[in-house]
T-cell receptor, first 121, second 113 residues
Framework: EAQVTQNPRYLITVTGKKLTVTCSQN?????MSWYRQDPGLGLRQIYY???????DKGDVPEGYKVSRKEKRNFPLILESPSPNQTSLYFC????????????????????FGPGTRLTVT | QKEVEQNSGPLSVPEGAIASLNCTYS??????FFWYRQYSGKSPELIMS????GDKEDGRFTAQLNKASQYVSLLIRDSQPSDSATYLC?????????????FGTGTRLLVSP
């Protein structure tokens, strides 16, 4: 089954304790992205990756790191979590974007993982 | 102006009616638009994509794109209580080389039995 998976689904942690949220897709997608969703603010992009070893900042990258060493995985790292990072996090992937020049617009459609609800106390 | 704007709602419609959801966009976004449905606490689910001016139909859903007026709409025919959710409009941001997908804040739809 084609899917985007995230782990853990729920996490409660304390300020300053490093954590990693994993994201994996089995669709051979080039593009992967992390979003956070907060009430009243909608979905905001944290980081994205156009392909292996190619990552770039989104709108709210402060306090987060990412890596893309394999095409299927795109982990999100919080090296020193703070309470303002309490949020609902989503990973998403698509075959490509308009920037990649790939033909076939259906390839631009992004599919989301189930989400990770993070609470930092 | 935000790149993609939606009325937060809620939009209330009776069961069986047509629900009309609207989204306006700025010059900074691409001409590829997406509608997602999101139930509370769940992940966004892609419903429709539209790239060309005009209408695109898929079952009970019709997406409409009007480039001249810079808006994109989603019509839901024969609305069901199970359609009650938040609907998100999204487009690629042009000044990032169309690498970033930006979302509206969503319109909440309530379908009453």
């Amino acid at each position: 089954e084609a899917q985007v998976t995230q782990n853990p689904r729920y996490l409660i942690t304390v300020t300053g304790k490093k954590l990693t949220v994993t994201c994996s897709q089995n669709m051979n997608h080039e593009y992967m992205s992390w979003y956070r969703q907060d009430p009243g603010l909608g979905l905001r992009q944290i980081y994205y990756s156009m392909n292996v070893e190619v990552t770039d900042k989104g709108d709210v990258p402060e306090g987060y790191k990412v890596s893309r060493k394999e095409k299927r995985n795109f982990p999100l790292i919080l090296e020193s979590p703070s309470p303002n990072q309490t949020s609902l996090y989503f990973c998403a992937s698509s075959l490509s974007t308009p920037a990649s020049g790939t033909s076939g617009r259906a390839s631009y459609e992004q599919y989301f993982g189930p989400g990770t609800r993070l609470t930092v106390t | 102006q935000k790149e993609v704007e939606q009325n937060s709602g809620p939009l209330s419609v009776p069961e069986g009616a047509i629900a009309s959801l609207n989204c306006t966009y700025s010059d900074r976004v691409s001409q590829s638009f997406f509608w997602y449905r999101q139930y509370s606490g769940k992940s966004p689910e892609l419903i429709m994509s539209i790239y060309s001016n005009g209408d695109k139909e898929d079952g009970r859903f019709t997406a409409q794109l009007n480039k001249a007026s810079q808006y994109v709409s989603l019509l839901i025919r024969d609305s069901q209580p199970s359609d009650s959710a938040t609907y998100l409009c999204a487009a690629f941001l042009g000044n990032t080389g169309f690498q970033k997908l930006v979302f509206g804040t969503g319109t909440r739809l309530l379908v009453s039995p």
